[in-house]
């Protein structure tokens, strides 16, 4: 599609007029009305406004010309996994599980690898393969290419540990210590938890990008562990295979 039919449909979608999106992007309708009639095009300013109001990128406003690729990890860039800058701008460089909130997420390739291995594996890849693959792709990657650059001298590594040892300091009866955490989306995982009211309710940010790991029980075969943490709340449940029968344990902010 041309920009005047995605900016056309994206408003469309939101139930927005013309005037109620000039107002929100700082434009006026004459603006938006000659957008949409293909008499020109937003400036690269007004596409970012465009990209953080309707959550998509740039690319996508201009008619997705070209393939995006997670310049971490390598995955394909979809606009619903595309990570954020700690502004809220939508950063078309960097998938949610590598970046998230201005931070990038991992700083050890081999950390990123023996991630992505099990999900390659699962789209019929062995592991041998897989691991090829990541060991040739990494290295080519922006992210990789300019490590020192654009890493942060291990400040979200250290944040990472901290989450562990408030995770560890819980003493869950149960859950194994906690050694390390990863990126998870919360689109991914968020359960919803039944309450004693009878209803269920979800407690994680669908578009939120979180630490933290699964784990099986020490104490009861068949039960697995979800801890999930950001700089606001700590999430420890329990669940069975393909997280049937949740219980929420502990929901605490920090």
Known sequence: MDTKEVIY?????????????AEKIMVTRQAVSRWEN??????TDTLKLLSKEFNVTINTLLGAPKQLICQCCGMPLEDKVVG???DGFLNEDYCMWCYADGNFTYSNMDDLISVCIPHLVSQGFSEEQALAHMKATLPTLEYWKKHNELGDNGKYEMFKLQLIDEINGL????????????????SYVNLSYPLPSGISAKFLDDQTTYMGC???????RGKYFGVLANVDIIVVSTYEEEGKNPELLVYKKR
Do not use: C, F, Y
């Open 214 to 220: 699964q784990l099986e029980s020490e104490s009861e």
């Open 171 to 186: 003493h869950i009866p149960g859950l194994p210590k906690v050694e390390k955490l990863n990126a998870l989306v919360g």
């Open 9 to 21: 449909n994206l408003r469309m979608q939101k139930g927005m007029s013309q005037e109620e999106l």
């Open 38 to 43: 293909g008499e020109t095009v937003p400036n």
């Open 84 to 86: 954020h800058d700690g």
